[in-house]
């Protein structure tokens, strides 16, 4: 959206937005995706464009997830929701013939079953519609601990804890964002991200090029000869795309293999 339209953007307006968040690389192409949150307002900051003070504004989006639908059942107590189970405070003799595969708690999902996740993503007012209902929530809403018993001896306990570790496509609690990664239309949104690829895309071509050009004029110095130097420069650059080989020199030669072959079968690049 333009960045008036951001202004006037009412609190509380289901939009679309663009995250990284799923990168496992530069140019990764599952890197960018669509995901859905709440809009919640602008946020300013300032920059020194040149020389001057400037004010700029971004979209405040909070981030959702399904509500936390786990339910808990230990062997002192009956079933309840997660966020009601508390640790406990005592421990509890082991059951007689317990072993490390007896079951000490259980847990389990209670999603409704109508299925109300089942809807298409380009539905805002259905997304709204779950939000409102409390199916969507913020996601410091839920509960994101786990349950698990600790041991003394024959004497146990169940504890809710905190993961020892973090997810690292776990999404933020909310995303500060420009204008132009914020959407009301779902394939508007995946268009530009789309587009965010294959800006990536093409600066990590032009920068492997740039790389391959460069293992080239290396191995061009190991060679002694000037008029061999350039008969080589010029036949490697006619075998075809340079990003397709790897280069080495060997005794003044110079050998060459496709990158991707497995183990990489070399061979002399001859000249006249």
Same mark, same amino acid.
């Given at each position: 959206?333009?960045?008036?339209?951001?202004?006037?953007?009412?609190?509380?307006?289901?939009?679309?937005?663009?995250?990284?968040?799923?990168?496992?690389?530069?140019?990764?192409?599952?890197?960018?995706?669509?995901?859905?949150?709440?809009?919640?307002? /602008?946020?300013?900051?300032?920059?020194?464009?040149?020389?001057?003070?400037?004010?700029?504004?971004?979209?405040?989006? /909070?981030?959702?997830?399904?509500?936390?639908?786990?339910?808990?059942?230990?062997?002192?107590?009956?079933?309840?929701?997660?966020?009601?189970?508390?640790?406990?405070?005592?421990?509890?003799?082991?059951?007689?013939?317990?072993?490390?595969?007896?079951?000490?708690?259980?847990?389990?999902?209670?999603?409704?079953?109508?299925?109300?996740?089942?809807?298409?993503?380009?539905?805002?007012?259905?997304?709204?519609?779950?939000?409102?209902?409390?199916?969507?929530?913020?996601?410091?809403?839920?509960? !994101?601990?786990?349950?698990?018993?600790?041991?003394?001896?024959?004497?146990?306990?169940?504890?809710?804890?905190?993961?020892?570790?973090?997810?690292?496509?776990?999404?933020?609690?909310?995303?500060?964002?420009?204008?132009?990664?914020?959407?009301?239309?779902?394939?508007?949104?995946?268009?530009?991200?789309?587009?965010?690829?294959?800006?990536?895309?093409?600066?990590?071509?032009?920068?492997? !090029?740039?790389?391959?050009?460069?293992?080239?004029?290396?191995?061009?110095?190991?060679?002694?000869?000037?008029?061999?130097?350039?008969?080589?420069?010029?036949?490697?650059?006619?075998?075809?795309?340079?990003?397709?080989?790897?280069?080495?020199?060997?005794?003044?030669?110079?050998?060459?293999?496709?990158?991707?072959?497995?183990?990489?079968?070399?061979?002399?690049?001859?000249?006249?």
């Amino acid at each position: 959206m333009t960045k008036e339209e951001l202004k006037n953007l009412k609190k509380g307006t289901i939009v679309y937005y663009v995250t990284d968040r799923f990168r496992k690389c530069y140019a990764d192409p599952t890197a960018w995706s669509v995901e859905f949150g709440v809009f919640d307002g /602008l946020s300013s900051y300032r920059i020194s464009k040149d020389n001057v003070m400037v004010s700029q504004s971004e979209g405040m989006v /909070l981030t959702l997830e399904r509500k936390d639908c786990r339910w808990v059942k230990t062997l002192t107590s009956d079933w309840m929701p997660f966020s009601e189970f508390k640790s406990e405070p005592k421990m509890h003799k082991l059951p007689k013939n317990w072993s490390y595969d007896t079951d000490l708690f259980w847990v389990e999902n209670r999603y409704p079953q109508d299925d109300c996740f089942n809807f298409d993503i380009r539905d805002r007012k259905k997304i709204k519609q779950l939000y409102d209902e409390g199916w969507f929530v913020e996601l410091d809403k839920n509960d !994101h601990r786990h349950i698990t018993a600790e041991f003394d001896h024959n004497y146990y306990k169940i504890v809710k804890k905190a993961l020892f570790y973090s997810d690292t496509h776990q999404k933020p609690l909310f995303y500060n964002l420009s204008h132009n990664r914020i959407f009301l239309n779902y394939d508007e949104a995946r268009k530009k991200a789309k587009q965010l690829y294959e800006i990536e895309k093409n600066v990590s071509l032009i920068a492997f !090029h740039n790389d391959c050009m460069d293992d080239l004029k290396e191995c061009l110095t190991f060679i002694s000869d000037a008029d061999r130097r350039a008969k080589y420069r010029e036949k490697i650059l006619s075998m075809g795309e340079i990003e397709k080989f790897i280069l080495r020199h060997v005794d003044d030669k110079i050998l060459w293999s496709y990158r991707n072959t497995k183990p990489l079968k070399w061979q002399e690049i001859a000249i006249d």
